[in-house]
């Protein structure tokens, strides 16, 4: 019988991988709890139309990745291929945006059926921010000073540039789309594939392009700038001024647009060079008219996402990853016999108690000294505690450093707690 194994593109994330996932999680955890976030938890599974009418119905992601489906009932069914839409939904159902302010974030698998590719899934893991009910660009330079502040959490201030435009108004794309079509028509034939579908789709995705012949092209096109709203581009400007002034560093990137039918005025990405060709790991912008699209009333927002398997890869190939992120154990007890057995679960518990933030394994199953203390070893430890019948009997127990050279030492059983914290705070 053939093996069953993973889906391609939807990989497992393993025990000696998680403490990683951990550390970066409760870096970011603490921060927007510091900044006055509250978390918010979402289905994973939405109705079709949600993602249809939020991120538009000629975008690639509605088009050609989403992982749609009909349930028994014959409704239609998506996996998330985002949060944001997900958010305003739930937002706005149970009341949450009416007449007030709101900083929600969230975490958790999104699904796009795209090429798998190192650091890229078709199951993989965000962290979203969105605020609510706030229309200056305060909010905006806010969400950038924080990521900002991540990286250098995370230790990342050098490898992640921040890039940053102003797509305007609807109307105002509205009219930049046209005449970028209008001199993009000329060039229909030497366009890539992509763009020339996109002509009639989503003509501004075509300043996304990565392709050498069409980014020739696009360097004598409209500029957006040229077409913005008075209003736009003095939020923008609000908004260099604010970044200037917290001495965060940006590029203004004119043909920076998003992907997502649903952003307007503010777009920004933060990307990095360190992972070869430039990739992105965090983006976002505002999406003033989304919670109205989605059948809500008027709020303004803004939010962004970033996906972890990047931000994690690009940590691990910095080797910016803390020493101290291991999922090893601080010390294991040992029970020489079955007569030890109850008092190795009780020294464990003790430690427990009094060690609440250490991690203490209890062997189970058995074996010789020497298999368990070779069982000791691989856990990562760097204390043994051996009880058997001569310990039990003395109320001592033995432990054993297992990565330095201090040997051995017997311990009272009630001086264990007070011996190990010393020793685990070297």
Known sequence: ??????????????????????????????????????????????????????????????????????????????????????????????????????????????????????????????????????????????????????????????????????????????????????????????????????????????????????RKILENAPSLADFLDAESVEHFARLRELLDAAGIEYTVNPQLVRGLDYYGKTVFEWVTESLGAQGTICAGGRYDGLVEQLGGKPTVAVGFAMGLERLILLLETLELVPGSVNGDADVYITAMGDNAVPAAMAVAEQLRDGLPSAVVVTHCGGGSFKSQMKKADRSGARYAVILGDNEIAAGTAGLKALRSEDGQQEVRRNALVDTLTALLAR
């Open 1 to 214: 019988m053939a093996r069953i194994q993973a889906i391609r593109g939807m990989n497992d994330i393993l025990p000696e991988q998680t403490p990683v996932w951990q550390y970066v999680e409760a870096t970011v955890r603490q921060l927007l709890r510091q900044y006055g976030y509250q978390e918010i938890r979402m289905p994973v599974v939405e109705q079709t139309d949600l993602f249809k009418r939020s991120i538009g119905e000629v975008t690639d992601i509605v088009e050609k990745e989403m992982y749609t489906f009909e349930d028994r009932n014959g409704d239609s069914l998506t996996l998330r291929p985002e949060g944001t839409a997900g958010c305003v939904r739930a937002a706005e159902e149970h009341g949450l945006l009416f007449n007030q302010t709101r900083r929600l974030w969230y975490t958790g698998p999104m699904f796009r059926h795209e090429r798998p590719q190192k650091g890229r899934y078709r199951q993989f893991h965000q962290i979203g921010v969105e605020c609510f009910g706030m229309p200056g660009p305060d909010i905006d330079a806010e969400l950038l000073i924080l990521t900002a502040r991540l990286w250098k959490a995370l230790g990342l201030s050098g490898h992640a540039r921040l890039e940053i435009n102003s797509i305007g108004t609807s109307a105002a794309r509205k009219a930049y789309r046209d005449a970028l079509v209008s001199y993009l028509d000329g060039y229909r034939s030497e366009l890539d594939a992509d763009s020339q579908r996109r002509m009639e789709t989503n003509p501004l995705r075509i300043l996304d392009s990565k392709s050498p012949e069409t």
